[in-house]
């Protein structure tokens, strides 16, 4: 049996990428240090792939982002230099960004309302594609790439798909060996588009023998017509992909066609299961006569290595493996199944387990997620506490975070400086914060989340049975990285998390503070979650400890909590069919978090405004204010909301922070304006679209200041 492996990390081990391009940008380093260092990482990962496995592209890199570089490919765009190329992907004339399927990837996205009538043509000396020149390139589709763009009418999808494959034809003459990538097969599809797949690609037949086509994600669910799909190769996602395993076994597989099978998990980094991996492959083997072992997603989702994390439980480690060793596992899997011995199961000693809380979430009842106090009820007590003016204003929570925040920050982790000192560090930013909130009038302050490096990342170290890790990095996007957490044990509290730091900053002023949490989805999304116990379990136990968190704010004069939800709509699974089961957690695991005192105004936040397929779900959450992106859309969003009669308050994030110009208030007035149509005005919040932490000072105070005068604009 032989193996396959594809889409491993382009950071490198010590975020060579990040530091290169960067690099570059900030003058550090010369066009020419650029391309070569990449080069190198493109070489090492080769090396990688070729230590453990058969078969791997060699053409995978990027300078930014595949789909720029599929829309750069197809010539849409037609960057000069590579000063050009950044333009597209940083700066004021910078592409949209948005979320790469069900991951916490992001994408450059192309829209073709600014490129009617573009003129496909394969645009092959692009130097973002001399990395692509080695033997075996790896493309992104073309039915992906026009699926995930945006701009592309229902009536003009056909003819823009039909006029791109031309161009993969051509692509095809140049190369004996082309991986395509169409993850897009495995999204809902309707019967006109997957007979558009097949028009489309029955183009390509002549080029049948250099075609290897990968899915991933989860199953096709026109597995009969892909098996025709010119291809010698296809390669099919085997675990989340269940439906895939399935058909194989009662159907069969081509006899012309090898099959690449997606076995070891490349979204999550717990060590792969040999022996279920061989049962899968036992079953495959009755029916396929040609198959080979592979990631069933691409290995980017995954920090390269587990050497040089030694601050890891050395317990915590045995069970881990990330982009390297799953190369070494498809190997592993490759040699037990080839010898036919079998290695033993995997220790399932469980580590860091907590009886006490796994009991707590096994009794739990239906009256936990429910709060005993109805909405309108809750406002009117709400409205005669707090006394807020129409439209009041607030913040989603971050301030800016400067040089000085960070460094104090690392200084304090490294321990070069004491606690104390670190506390009374955050409490002077505390202090100015406050006194600037008062300057400008907002209504609802916050704190500013200076002692915090990633929303996810400060909960992560605060909760038992979450570990994190040293240099577990991942890209977001382009060139910016993270630290996903590992959840791997029960999830408790032992202590308040962000208690002093909310209640030092209300004592200060009179005005309410926001207690600030991110909810239980949020911090499952970007993490790396255990499998041993139902993910529903691990929301319900996250949401215990963020009750607790409530509680202690309660119990310290805190009446206004925020519960950020930013990766609700994310978390979503890809398949429709799989969404009730999804969301009846995600929104039992919240309103678990908030059943606290009824006198507590429970704010929610999320950074989009795609709500029209799952306002239901959002609407079961039993907030009292949900604060979303307003100004990229315009205002309209609001519709979503008309139509379901919602009655919760709604604050409008009508200054986009993600743009560094400062938000003129008519613009804002006319957000407000447009969403002011149907919802009555007592409804309305004022406030940014997500939080300010990547902006500076200067813009943030003016623009708040703009925001204010909208608020008043709004009220007159
Ligand atoms: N409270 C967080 C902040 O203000 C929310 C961030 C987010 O939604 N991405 O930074
Ligand atoms: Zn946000």
């Not at 940008?25 to 066009?31: E, M």
């Not at 720029?68 to 490919?73: E, N, P, V």
């Not at 408790?492 to 730091?501: G, I, Q």
């Amino acid at each position: 049996m032989k193996t396959y492996a594809y889409g491993f990390p382009r950071l490198g081990k010590n975020r060579e990428f990040k530091k290169l391009v960067e690099g570059f940008w900030g003058n550090d380093h010369t066009k020419e240090e650029l391309v070569s260092g990449l080069e190198t990482i493109q070489e090492e990962n080769i090396k990688r792939y070729e230590l453990q496995v058969d078969t791997s592209p060699d053409g995978e890199l990027t300078f930014y982002d595949q789909m720029l570089d599929t829309a750069i490919l197809c010539g849409v765009f037609s960057p000069e230099n590579i000063e050009d190329y950044y333009e597209l992907c940083r700066g004021k004339s910078a592409l949209e960004m948005t979320k790469w399927f069900n991951t916490n990837y992001h994408y450059l996205i192309t829209d073709f309302s600014e490129h009617a009538g573009v003129n496909f043509k394969l645009n092959l000396e692009h130097f973002a594609l001399n990395f692509k020149k080695g033997a075996f390139p790896s493309v992104i589709g073309p039915f992906t790439f026009l699926k995930l763009s945006k701009g592309i009418a229902k009536e003009e999808f056909k003819k823009l798909f039909l006029d791109l494959v031309p161009v993969y034809q051509e692509l095809l003459t140049k190369f004996n060996n082309v991986q395509i990538e169409e993850p897009a097969f495995v999204l809902d599809l309707t019967a006109e588009e997957i007979a558009l797949i097949k028009e489309g690609y029955s183009k390509l037949s002549d080029y049948e023998s250099k075609i290897t086509l990968i899915t991933y994600y989860d199953s096709i669910d026109w597995l009969e017509d892909f098996l025709q799909l010119p291809a010698k190769a296809v390669g099919l996602d085997f675990l989340r992909g269940k439906a895939n395993l399935e058909y194989i076994s009662h159907n069969g597989f081509p006899e012309e066609k090898t099959l690449i099978a997606g076995l070891v998990d490349a979204r999550n980094v717990w060590k792969n299961n040999i022996p279920q991996s061989i049962d899968k492959l036992r079953c495959l083997n009755s029916k396929v006569a040609d198959i080979v072992i592979s990631n069933a997603a691409p290995l980017f989702h995954l920090p390269v290595s587990l050497v040089g994390e030694e601050f890891l439980n050395q317990n915590l480690k045995n069970k881990l493996s990330f982009a390297e060793e799953k190369l070494a596992e498809i190997n592993l899997i490759a040699k037990y199944f080839n010898e036919k011995t079998i290695p033993a199961e995997l220790s399932s000693e469980s580590y860091g387990e907590n009886i006490d809380i796994k009991n707590k979430v096994k009794n739990l009842k239906a009256a936990d997620f429910i709060k005993p106090t109805a909405l309108a009820e809750r406002r009117a007590m709400h409205d005669e506490n707090f006394k807020l003016p129409l439209f009041p204003t607030t913040t989603i929570g971050s301030f800016p975070q400067t040089k000085e925040v960070r460094k104090n920050r690392l200084n304090f982790k490294k321990g070069k400086i004491l606690d104390l000192e670190y506390k009374q560090y955050i409490c002077s930013e505390i202090d100015k914060l406050i006194e600037l909130q008062e300057e400008l009038g907002l209504d609802v302050f916050v704190h500013g989340e200076f002692e915090r490096t990633d929303m996810v990342e400060f909960f992560a170290q605060n909760l038992e049975g979450i570990g994190t890790t040293d240099a577990g990095w991942i890209i977001s996007y382009g060139t910016r990285t993270y630290r996903p957490p590992i959840i791997f044990g029960d999830i408790s509290r032992p202590k308040p998390m962000t208690l002093d730091e909310i209640v030092y900053a209300q004592s200060k002023t009179k005005k309410p503070v926001k207690g600030m949490l991110t909810g239980a989805v949020t911090i499952i999304a970007w993490s790396f979650v255990r499998q041993d116990i139902p993910v529903s379990d691990v929301a319900y136990q996250i949401g215990l400890s963020l009750k607790e968190e409530i509680e202690d704010y309660e119990k310290n004069g805190i009446s206004i909590v925020q519960v950020d939800e930013a990766a609700f709509r994310e978390k979503a699974p890809i398949k429709k069919r799989d969404w009730p089961e999804y969301f009846e957690w995600a929104v039992k695991s919240f309103n678990l978090t908030i059943n606290t005192d009824s006198k507590t105004q429970i704010h929610t936040h999320m950074c989009y405004s795609e709500f029209s397929e799952i306002i239901e779900y959002i609407n079961q959450m039993d907030f009292d204010v949900i604060s979303i992106e307003a100004s990229r859309s315009k205002g309209d969003i609001i519709t979503f909301f008309e139509n379901i009669d919602f009655k919760r308050q709604v604050g409008l994030g009508v200054w986009d922070i993600h743009s560094p110009t400062v938000p003129p208030v008519a613009k804002m007035v006319d957000i407000g304006r447009r969403a002011l149509k149907k919802i009555p005005k007592e409804n309305f919040w004022i406030n940014p679209d997500c939080g300010l932490k990547t902006r500076n000072w200067d813009e943030t105070k003016e623009a708040l200041l703009n925001l204010i005068e909208t608020s008043k604009e709004l009220r007159k």
